[in-house]
Each structure stands twice: as C-alpha cells, then as structure tokens.
C-alpha cells in the first residue's frame, strides 16, 4: 500500500519497520517509539527458589559481560537495546 501511494504510514515493531523501510524507496524511520516488546524467561511451576536465583544471575551475568548486546549486534537488530535493571 506504501508503495501505491494507498497509505502514508506504516507502523510497527523495529523488526518489522526497518526492513519495510529499506524496501520502500524514500521511507524513513521516525525517531522514538510507540510501543515496547518485552521478553521473559520462565520456569516451571514448582521450582525452588534457588533456581529463580541460579536464572536471574544467569541472566544478569550475560548483560553485564556483554553477551546480549553482542548478540544484538551480531543479529543486525536496529533499535533493539537490552533490558534496563
């Protein structure tokens, strides 16, 4: 529809919105966002909260020594960052 001139705008998450507007000649991505995608880690019901413990160091040790952000760069994920604490 963009392509048509059937539509003006198109929104959507950075995943989708990047590469939509490097496929329509002239489209930009306007600066700032309108919603936000969050992701979880999960356990099984039941489990003790050592194990909670265990997941969440598990997890902060990776954003600290930077395995999460160089995924992200190693993805190509423009305009994804890592989950603030």
Do not use: W
Not at 22 to 46: I, S, Y
Not at 50 to 72: F, N, P, S, T
């Amino acid at each position: 529809m963009l392509r048509t001139g059937k539509a003006d705008v198109f929104a959507a998450d950075t995943g989708v919105g990047y590469p939509a507007a490097q496929a329509v000649p002239g489209a930009k991505m306007v600066p700032g966002l309108f919603g936000m995608v969050r992701v979880a880690a999960a356990l099984p019901k039941g489990r003790s909260p050592q194990v909670h413990d265990q997941l969440e160091g598990l997890i902060a040790k990776a954003k600290r020594e930077g395995v999460v952000q160089r995924a992200i760069e190693a993805n190509g994920l423009k305009g994804v960052s890592e989950a603030r604490n």
